[in-house]
Nanobody, 125 residues
Framework: QLQLVESGGGLVQPGGSLRLSCAAS????????IGWFRQAPGKEREGVSC?????????YAGSVVKGRFTISRDSAKNTVYLQMNNLKPEDTAVYYC?????????????????WGQGTQVTVSS
């Protein structure tokens, strides 16, 4: 059974860090593009970062997270990570990882086939 499980969310102060994990079972992450998305209350789900399967190229949506967030993949653990540094209150959201049944990254949620349950990230003092 194909499954994605996110973990690592929590409450952190502004300027703090978190590392989110997306563990896969039932399939091999290496063969697919894996995206991280987030959804804040009252807002649409938006892309955050993605790692392609073709060559492991990483992408970041816009300038909001670039330089603060880093996506990576551990093939041995079949897990994708999102390291988030210098967190800001506007980063507060539920974060989801998702699998696209293609090798290349896009930031359209509708292009992703499987989703995890999400993990809450709250940035507040």
């Amino acid at each position: 059974q194909l499954q994605l499980v996110e973990s690592g969310g929590g409450l952190v102060q502004p300027g703090g860090s978190l590392r989110l994990s997306c563990a896969a079972s039932g399939f091999t992450l290496d063969y697919y593009a894996i995206g991280w998305f987030r959804q804040a209350p009252g807002k649409e789900r938006e892309g955050v970062s993605c790692i392609s399967s073709s060559d492991g190229t990483t992408y970041y949506a816009g300038s909001v997270v670039k330089g603060r967030f880093t996506i990576s993949r551990d093939s041995a653990k079949n897990t994708v990570y999102l390291q988030m540094n210098n967190l800001k209150p506007e980063d507060t959201a539920v974060y989801y990882c998702a699998v696209r049944s293609m090798r290349l990254c896009v930031f359209r949620p509708g292009e992703y086939n499987y989703w995890g349950q999400g993990t809450q990230v709250t940035v507040s003092s």
